[in-house]
């Protein structure tokens, strides 16, 4: 074991024993996860494991239950408003309050989606069809689009509602700059109007939570958590001894590896899905050089012959069966079969063919190959550093040089946002259950409200603009006929290289009555003890 092992060992060690020597009470969850939350703010990343924290602490209008079926949140009620398509009507919930004791009405939620629409908001394309949002009186909203949009409530289940006056009086008005380091009062603190209120936060190390007493949800959830204290673990196996030994009582990602040696445990179960999610990779194709390759002047990964011969070499069966233990589901498409859009002949994937793969290098001009740099993050997907290590190999086959960098995702993420890096591992979950979510971050052209995740650099006008009608396109066959046709083109030209949607093994102690939610998003308040 190195040093740092040892020492990121000492430190879980260290943060899951200060103050909670022995066996936790019934009424206290100690939860741990690979990867900590990015940031406190709510509307600066839009990101699962920030998402799954923010969950327990800030809400939306509308949530998603652990089947991820919509429930009324703060709102308890929403339709389109007669005679008027391009508007939808909210009803608020009534008496509700935020942790720090002020009410909750219409200005909070104008106030969340004005600053959820910011440029330095991370969930802008989520919302980016709002035209205006109009308080009708204290309770009552009313959400204007340009034109229909038949799924705007789809895009609203992690839209969190912020407290106006708080957010002034902490000069967080605007969501802070993830990608520059920036600081601010929101990233550390929270004042939400959910089950759990925020007691303490050590980013990295530990967070704990304490029961909301006033929360409006009494009676209507479970709600028998007192407590969370939530430990980010990025080592495998110091997270699945803390399990064992009965240090935590749930992890959300158990190492495929030990899935057998969790369910055997006595006092344990694992729990499993599939999850909403793909993981692939993504390659900068539309700038005229490369920055982390070794070919000056070009960009091999414009050719589409090159992009083509990558595909052909991932042996995404080899990665499912060694890396991922069968604990994986093959694709060839960048969304999970959940999702409006999916289909039998988009989840086809090539055989593995390195002949046609070299055949295509050579015709494209890279007969003798190239070396690049391959960015990873090693604490967000199940094994995700092992699926760039098998990469790495199979690229090589191919006279593709890869040169791994494996960090954190703190790390990794601004790589692809900033556009700084050209091959990387991501993977995306589809809360809307819609393709328009997918095209928004990762097709549509880079601009002020969408393509923030294209690290592709992929840009169509035709493709845009054919993106852009989904938003107002009431007629459901043509619009899941616009669909069908910007897939194509994804596929046809091979913009990212799918590998694979991902299962999820949440292991936890026998006496917890949990489902596994498919967007890997534990909403604690719905959670029981045997």
Not at 69 to 86: H, S, Y
Not at 405 to 412: D, E, Y
Request: a negative charge; aromatic letters at 8%.
């Amino acid at each position: 074991m190195n040093k740092n092992s040892k020492k990121l060992m000492a430190l879980v060690a260290a943060a899951l024993l200060t103050g909670t020597a022995g066996v936790a009470s019934a009424e206290t969850l100690r939860w741990a996860r690979a990867g900590d939350s990015l940031t406190m703010d709510p509307h600066s990343q839009n990101e699962g494991p920030t998402h799954a924290l923010a969950q327990q602490i800030y809400e939306p209008l509308i949530s998603p239950d652990m089947e991820a079926k919509p429930i009324p949140a703060l709102a308890t009620e929403w339709a389109v408003k007669e005679g008027d398509p391009n508007v939808w009507v909210f009803k608020l919930r009534e008496g509700v309050k935020f942790h720090g004791g002020e009410d909750f009405n219409s200005e909070d939620v104008v106030f969340s989606f004005t600053r959820a629409k910011h440029e330095s908001s991370d969930m802008k394309e989520l919302i980016v069809t709002i035209k205006e949002v109009r308080a009708v009186d204290d309770y009552t909203v009313e959400i204007e689009t340009d034109g229909p949009n038949p799924i705007l409530p789809n895009n609203l289940t992690n839209l969190f509602m912020m407290d106006k006056g708080w957010a002034e009086a902490n000069d967080v008005t605007v969501p802070a700059e993830f990608d520059t380091g920036e600081e601010t009062y929101a990233v550390r603190n929270a004042n939400g109007t959910g089950a759990f209120m925020l007691e303490s936060r050590e980013p990295d190390t530990k967070t704990v939570l304490k029961a909301n007493p006033n929360y409006w949800g009494q009676g209507q959830f479970p709600l028998e958590i007192t407590e969370i204290i939530y430990t980010p673990i990025q080592n495998a196996a110091t997270r699945v001894a803390a399990l064992l030994s009965g240090e935590v009582d749930l992890i959300q990602d158990v190492p495929v590896q030990d899935l057998g040696r969790v369910s055997d445990a006595d006092g344990l179960i694992v729990n499993n899905a599939p999850q909403n999610r793909t993981i692939f990779f993504g390659i900068n194709s539309g700038d005229d050089d490369l920055t982390n390759d070794n070919i000056d002047g070009k960009n091999p990964f414009a050719d589409v012959r090159v992009r083509q011969a990558m595909n052909l070499a991932i042996d995404r069966d080899a990665i499912k069966q060694v890396v991922m233990r069968g604990q994986s589901a093959p694709t060839g498409v960048i969304i999970p079969p959940f999702v409006n859009g999916w289909t039998e002949a988009l989840n086809d994937y090539p055989a593995v063919d390195i002949d046609a793969a070299k055949n295509l290098m050579t015709e494209a001009g890279y007969g003798d190959g190239f070396e690049v740099t391959l960015h990873c993050p090693n604490d967000r997907y199940v094994n995700d550093e092992a699926i760039c290590q098998a990469a790495v190999g199979m690229m090589s086959k191919i006279g593709i040089n890869a040169n791994l960098v494996a960090q954190s995702k703190a790390q990794h993420f601004p790589l692809i946002s900033g556009k700084t890096t050209d091959f990387y591992l991501l993977g995306w979950g589809v809360p809307t259950f819609d393709s328009e979510y997918v095209f928004n971050f990762l097709v549509h052209g880079t601009t002020e409200d969408r393509g923030s995740w294209n690290g592709s650099r992929f840009d169509n006008e035709e493709i845009n603009a054919k993106i852009q009608s989904l938003g107002s396109e009431t007629d459901l066959d043509k619009r899941n006929a616009t669909i069908a046709e910007i897939w194509q083109v994804v596929q046809d030209e091979q913009i990212y290289l799918p590998i694979h949607n991902q299962v999820l093994n949440w292991g936890m102690k026998e006496n917890i009555d949990f489902p596994v939610q498919p967007e890997d998003q534990p909403h604690f308040k719905f959670l029981k003890f045997n």
